[in-house]
């Protein structure tokens, strides 16, 4: 069968150089795979390497001054749905993967989302706060 491949893309929240964020997201890669033909890619936050935020203007503008925020917003516009997937650190999610997220705006709009967190315990925390964000105003 032919047809077009939903692009998946999982983002690896944590930054930390020892993180079992990076064996999460593989075996997240191969179950996505093995049960649909969709691309599946991971964006790796640390790897990624984004600095703390430093566009001069609102990511609602959509106008990136800087190569690595306009690399980072192609990369989730070519997708066409997002696994989060996030630690659990101090009862929220990471400042790494926050900061990921405020440098884009539009490309996150209507985009369809999946949550996977984990932790010490489980990570509950992390995943509630991270879902709390998609109502900001
Ligand atoms: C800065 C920091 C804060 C943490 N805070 C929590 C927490 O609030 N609740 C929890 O259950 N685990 C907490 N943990 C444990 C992590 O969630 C756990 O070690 C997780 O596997 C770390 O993910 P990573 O290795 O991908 O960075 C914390 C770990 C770190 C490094």
Redesign the pocket.
């Known amino acids: 069968m032919t047809g077009i491949r939903s692009r998946i893309a999982i983002i690896v929240g944590?930054a930390?150089p020892?993180?079992?964020?990076d064996q999460?997201g593989a075996e997240i890669a191969r179950v996505v795979e093995a049960s649909s033909d969709a691309d599946v890619r991971t964006l790796d936050l640390r790897e990624i390497g984004l600095p703390m935020l430093d566009e001069p203007l609102m990511a609602a503008l959509g106008q990136y001054a800087h190569a690595h925020a306009r690399a980072w917003a192609a990369q989730v516009a070519d997708a066409d749905a997002v696994i989060f997937l996030t630690?659990?650190?101090?009862?929220g999610y990471?400042a790494s993967l926050k900061n990921a997220i405020d440098y884009l705006g539009a490309e996150w709009r209507g985009l369809p989302g999946a949550i996977v967190s984990?932790?010490?315990?489980?990570?509950p925390?992390a995943a509630d706060q991270l879902a709390g964000g998609r109502r900001a105003a």
């Open positions: 944590s930390r020892v993180s079992i964020g999460l630690p659990q650190y101090n009862g990471p984990y932790g010490g315990r489980g990570g925390l």
